[in-house]
């Protein structure tokens, strides 16, 4: 399997290492792209670096290389997870704009019907991003909230991201070992 993981300028960049070491550890080959937005986020919360998320990619890109693989459609892959997906990528998405790199994957992924998931991580919604969510699923994205369940009695913050790492790969038909679901 082969997904193209996006980070944008979104809080929650821990949500995006979760996401690429349970990929690494399920051997899926992995392509990075990480915005200036994300980038600067990075340096103001303190949490995971680009240096962290890029040790755990299979192939990283620059987001202003509109040439690369990731933004053709002959270059195939399993899909894409933008995550975190920040309020203006989102408005991207849904208005098929392609001015970055992780913009134009984006509109490639949904351009060949693969499945492409945005994790978003921001509240309150206004009602012009409520549109955006809407105009992204109606245009074939999964459109999800990085928002943790409390029913499997979590114990630390690994264990909040480690939920919603399992609910987007969920997407792919993947299993994230020690997930515990609902009723099992």
């Not at 949500?15 to 994300?38: C, K, R």
């Not at 970055?100 to 998931?117: C, D, I, P, Q, S």
């Not at 074939?140 to 909040?160: D, I, R």
Request: aromatic share 4%; glycine share 10%; charged share 20%.
């Amino acid at each position: 399997m082969r997904l193209v993981i996006g980070v944008s300028g979104g809080s929650g960049i821990p949500y995006a290492q979760s996401i690429l070491e349970a990929l690494a550890a399920l051997g899926v080959d992995t392509h990075l792209v990480v915005t200036s937005g994300a980038k600067r986020v990075m340096a103001s919360e303190g949490g995971p670096q680009l240096a962290d998320l890029t040790a755990l990619a299979g192939t990283v890109h620059d987001d202003r290389d509109l040439g690369a693989s990731i933004a053709s459609g002959s270059f195939r892959t399993d899909g894409m997870v933008i995550v975190p997906c920040s309020a203006g990528t989102l408005a991207k998405v849904a208005a098929g704009l392609a001015d970055n790199l992780l913009a134009r994957a984006a509109h490639v992924t949904l351009k060949e019907r693969r499945r492409l998931v945005l994790a978003l991580r921001e509240d309150p919604l206004p009602r012009p991003m409520l549109l955006n969510m809407l105009s992204a699923h109606d245009a074939g994205a999964t459109v999800m909230t990085a928002s943790p369940g409390f029913y499997h009695a979590p114990q630390n913050v690994e264990q909040l991201l480690h939920f919603v790492t399992a609910r987007v790969l969920d997407q792919f038909g993947l299993d994230v070992p020690g997930f515990r679901r609902w009723g099992e």
